[in-house]
T-cell receptor, first 115, second 113 residues
Framework: NAGVTQTPKFQVLKTGQSMTLQCAQDMNHEYMSWYRQDPGMGLRLIHY???????DQGEVPNGYNVSRSTTEDFPLRLLSAAPSQTSVYFC??????????????FGEGSRLTVL | KQEVTQIPAALSVPEGENLVLNCSFTDSAIYNLQWFRQDPGKGLTSLLL?????REQTSGRLNASLDKSSGRSTLYIAASQPGDSATYLCAPPPTDSWGKLQFGAGTQVVVTP
């Protein structure tokens, strides 16, 4: 039972570098999302998707890109990393029952440090 | 935007005491509410999901109630154990912005042996 898998678990970047955080789920969930968690700020939504080819912005989308070419995968791209993007990133997924999200499943997180 | 408040922010109790964690939200037009647990350095784990038509949900020592009209949910943990030490978060997504789930800041619980 893999659930939601995030890679890498840890990453250190220099300012200006780009990278992709990977997220994959094996539960055939339509809904997938990315959050960042910072001390004192709680969980904040970056982007979300309700199916292949459909994405939308969350609360803090600037500096991040997403795409959803398959149901299983929802990668998060940092275009030009900045120290303000140092955070722990979580991917989550859910089925859509009755048109709304159901039980939300989270990955273990990816800890990113930007120097 | 859904505003979610969790009180208290932190709680420390001796083993065996019952825990009461509160979650209040501004937009009561929700379709469900979920309670999560987060251990340090880990992701969130779903504990209970209450549908908007339900008033409570139970799982083992955990019981969660939902009062949509007053915008409140309460998580009760009976006979606490040291293994219950974690941060507990709630998420009540409104029907008109259901994709943009907002989380409370959480209640940090410490249960001492």
């Amino acid at each position: 039972n893999a659930g939601v898998t995030q890679t890498p678990k840890f990453q250190v970047l220099k300012t200006g570098q780009s990278m992709t955080l990977q997220c994959a789920q094996d539960m055939n969930h339509e809904y997938m999302s990315w959050y960042r968690q910072d001390p004192g700020m709680g969980l904040r939504l970056i982007h979300y998707s309700v199916g292949a080819g459909i994405t939308d912005q969350g609360e803090v989308p600037n500096g991040y890109n997403v795409s959803r070419s398959t149901t299983e995968d929802f990668p998060l791209r940092l275009l030009s990393a900045a120290p303000s993007q140092t955070s722990v990133y979580f991917c989550a997924s859910s089925s859509l029952a009755g048109g709304y999200t159901g039980e939300l499943f989270f990955g273990e997180g990816s800890r990113l440090t930007v120097l | 935007k859904q505003e979610v408040t969790q009180i208290p922010a932190a709680l420390s109790v001796p083993e065996g005491e019952n825990l009461v964690l509160n979650c209040s939200f501004t937009d009561s037009a929700i379709y469900n509410l979920q309670w999560f647990r987060q251990d340090p350095g880990k992701g969130l784990t779903s504990l209970l999901l209450i549908q908007s038509s339900q008033r409570e949900q139970t799982s083992g020592r955990l019981n969660a109630s939902l009062d949509k009209s007053s915008g409140r949910s309460t998580l009760y943990i009976a006979a606490s154990q040291p293994g219950d030490s974690a941060t507990y978060l709630c998420a009540p997504p409104p029907t008109d912005s259901w994709g943009k789930l907002q989380f409370g800041a959480g209640t940090q619980v410490v249960v001492t042996p």
